[in-house]
């Protein structure tokens, strides 16, 4: 069985605060002391259960994350205050351009301070992108926009945090985004706040205290639980290296120019997380299945039982018996994917699986993903604190910092992603549709063939009520009229319960509503085929591969899973 480094299940730690500090030291103990004593007792007792269970179990680590705009004060002082506890992650969030932001700070030591724990951020996000004074001539609009993007960073700390620590000293806000006008934000918003001042802390809303879901951290844990059998983690490894590389190889092939360290990056650190995801997914999908068409199944099988106890009087021991013993095999097959949660497991590996295959493409060219956005109309479906999503960031934190394309490698890799990613999904979907549209015209002919038949036997039946042999008829007519009357009885019972279970079929798959998605997405992919054709630089390289991976590939795979989260089996 092929193990894994476990995927930490990390808190999220925001951070507002003052910049100018009497004391950093003793802020930075009470920082420390707080995440020690005062955020373990924020989980509900259950949760906090769940997670010392989790953490005597050794396999899932509990660790930190600092999310922070790196401002001069607090935001820094918090920040090492968390990176001094082992396994913890900076992720840097900025209100505007490095160009803008330095010139906030008034000695070169900070600076050099800003810079150094800039580098130490995978991934900084960066609110703004375009500097001030080039997006408006006004002074006095260059402030307000200045006072803008603080709040706005403030208030994108709170709304990616499961906490928020705010060094704070208890007075209003002294300007638009102060800190008092975030912790009211947070509070608002239901995020935990600890108020740290003056060497101590506080939690400042114990009754909404509601740190991440423990059941997070449980599908966390079970994802690094559950080994992949060696055979299948070769299956799936062979089968992605077939698709992505195989190209790239042979004599009559023409050749595609990959940077080998990269490969071999990909290939050991996000291709084994694929497998996995995408083998577990697989695995579930097909029980899910199973259960399904065996409930459907099951309860047609159960009419026609009965209906054979009731059209043939003889048989109505036997088929009542079996009727019970297949509704108890029904509700057995039910209560089984519910326990086993065969379905959000299908369809949540299955979307972290898709990230990852994205994030392969991404990283093999040079460019960062977009952190996993969760739409608000998608708020029932998906969360941005989904143990999928935290799960990628992990995964995808550990990488190396990934080097730019340059004029080669984008024109190198443009052909490559057109061709291996963008033209291979087309081929899939187009496969897809046609595959959806067949299955949904072969449950659509069947369902044609046994209501006509159900009427034209309701029709017969009532046919032979109003006619019956008279009593000098011969023995065969009389045993003819029985006949057809228990056998269109029959059929008339059963039929619907059939039609009713296509149905059924039709609904647990979602044939039509695929295989429109699939053809959906094969036109938005060649709209993003022509445009990356007619990129000439490394930026519209780059910018068209931004669009393909969030505005395509996450977005479809978002659409597939808020369609599919409430497919359930149902029977009746």
Do not use: C
């Not at 949760?47 to 660790?63: D, M």
């Not at 208890?170 to 638009?176: I, L, N, T």
């Amino acid at each position: 069985m092929r193990s894994l480094t476990p995927i930490p299940y990390s808190i999220r730690i925001g951070v507002t605060g003052h910049r100018r500090l009497d004391d950093s030291a003793a802020v930075e103990a009470a920082v420390r002391a707080a995440l020690d004593a005062d955020i373990p007792r924020l989980f509900p007792e259950k949760a906090r259960k769940v997670l010392n269970e989790i953490l005597a179990g050794g396999r899932t680590p509990i660790a930190f994350s600092i999310l922070t705009p790196l401002a001069e004060g607090a935001d820094r002082v918090v920040a090492r205050a968390v990176l001094s506890i082992p396994g913890a992650r900076l992720d840097v969030v900025l209100p505007i351009t490095v160009e803008d932001y330095l010139e906030d700070f008034a000695t070169e030591e900070s600076k050099q301070e800003f810079l150094s724990l800039l580098k130490l951020s995978r991934r900084p996000t960066q609110l703004r992108t375009r500097n001030i004074r080039d997006e408006r001539h006004d002074p006095q609009d260059q402030v307000e926009l200045r006072k803008d993007a603080y709040k706005a960073v403030g208030r994108y700390v709170v709304d990616h945090s499961d906490v928020l620590i705010a060094v704070w000293d208890g007075e209003p806000a002294r300007g638009k985004g102060g800190t008092a006008e975030i912790v009211e934000y947070a509070i608002m918003e239901r995020v935990p706040v600890i108020r740290v001042w003056n060497g101590s802390a506080t939690v400042l809303n114990p009754v909404r205290a509601l740190l991440p879901d423990a059941r997070q951290a449980i599908y966390t844990d079970a994802f690094n639980r559950r080994p992949i059998p060696e055979d299948a983690f070769e299956r799936e490894t062979a089968k992605l290296r077939k698709e992505l590389f195989t190209d790239l190889e042979g004599p009559k092939r023409r050749p595609l120019e990959l940077s080998a360290e990269a490969r071999q990056m990909v290939e050991r650190q996000l291709f084994p997380w694929y497998a996995r995801a995408s083998y577990e997914a697989g695995r579930t999908q097909r029980l899910y299945y199973f259960a399904g068409r065996s409930v459907y199944t099951l309860s047609a099988a159960a009419v026609g039982s009965v209906a054979a106890g009731v059209v043939v009087p003889p048989l109505a021991v036997a088929g009542y018996g079996m009727e019970l013993l297949l509704v108890l095999t029904m509700i057995a097959a039910q209560m089984l994917n519910q326990r086993k949660e065969w379905h959000r497991r299908w369809i949540e590996h299955r979307f972290l699986a898709e990230r990852l295959r994205a994030g392969i493409f991404m990283a093999l060219s040079g460019v960062e993903p977009q952190p996993v956005k969760v739409p608000a109309y998608m708020g029932h479906s998906q969360a941005d604190d989904d143990w999928t999503v935290r799960a990628f960031e992990e995964i995808w934190s550990r990488l190396p910092v990934l080097t730019p394309p340059d004029e080669a490698h984008a024109r190198a890799m443009n052909r490559y992603i057109r061709k291996v990613w963008i033209a291979a999904q087309i081929k899939y979907h187009k496969g897809k549709a046609k595959g959806e549209g067949a299955r949904r015209s072969r449950l659509a002919l069947m369902s044609a063939v046994v209501l006509p038949v159900t009427v034209a036997a309701a029709v017969m039946h009532l046919a032979l009520l109003e006619w019956r042999p008279g009593a000098g008829a011969a023995e065969s007519v009389h045993l003819l009229h029985h006949g057809l009357h228990v056998g269109l009885a029959f059929v008339a019972l059963l039929f619907p319960a059939i039609a009713a279970s296509l149905a059924g079929m039709e609904a647990h798959r979602e044939h039509l509503r695929l295989q429109k998605r699939s053809r959906n997405m094969m036109e938005q992919l060649k709209r993003i085929w022509r445009r990356m054709a007619q990129a000439k630089t490394p930026e519209e390289f780059r910018r068209a591969l931004e669009d393909l991976d969030e505005e395509a590939m996450l977005r479809e795979t978002q659409d597939w899973l808020m369609l599919m989260r409430y497919v359930e089996i149902k029977a009746g």
